[in-house]
């Protein structure tokens, strides 16, 4: 589908990839930009029709759902990273991955899928990570969670191919945004991730490795798993 006329709504949108989303939708020329977050506040692009969400509120998702019946593409992109372990990390802050990074976007697409049929089927982006292939100590909780949220591109795209909603997953190594600020390794602009997820929404690709690194990952996905975190080790201590 043509982003140049079209009602988008992002989650996540006051800053880093949420705010170059916004910025590149402009760019292509949509129509109306819904741009949401938790201080809807915070967000100051021109322009747009700013909402307050939070992804792991359901009134707050219902009530956004109300409020914009227009929309034909859906941007999940609210997430966190709290650098918890699975094992021996706080359950309070699994959980509060979980809610955010898969939970959220699954309560989204349940509420947004009947507006994009009426709207003409449209497109559901979702932003993943190449850490829905692989985990490191102290990422389990996030890539558990982006594992799930893969899961839920496949299962969306699958479910909603009757009424031509087009499902995007989107999977990236590093992104130069704050979540990613200390880390000392290549990153991939928030400009560029927008650009690759766009593209692939108005290309009609399904799947996005928007850098080297998911490329690198996926590549391995049929290896053993001793073989593969081999590969993956030895390339991060490269």
Known sequence: MDIKGAVVLVTGANRGIGAQFVEQLQRRGAAKIYAAARDADSI????????HLDITDP?????TAAAAGDVQVLINNA??????SLVTGDEASIRREMDTNFFGPLLMTRAFAPILAV?????????????SWFTAPGAGAYAASKAAAWMLSD???LELAAQGTHVV??????????MAKGMQAPKIS????????????????????ADEWAKFVKSGLSLDPSDRYEQIFA???A
Request: aromatic share 0%; hydrophobic share 45%.
């Open 79 to 84: 997430g966190i990273s709290t650098g918890t």
């Open 190 to 209: 928030p400009s560029d991730l927008a650009n690759a997820g766009l593209d692939a929404v108005e290309s009609g690709a399904q799947e996005v490795l």
């Open 235 to 237: 390339a991060l201590r």
């Open 155 to 157: 299962s969306a795209r």
């Open 169 to 178: 997953a989107v999977h990236m190594g590093l992104v130069d945004t704050d």
């Open 44 to 51: 100051d692009a021109d322009g747009v029709h700013p909402l």
């Open 59 to 63: 009134d707050q998702i219902e009530a």
């Open 119 to 131: 709207n003409g089927g449209g497109a559901i982006l979702n932003v993943v990570s190449a850490l």
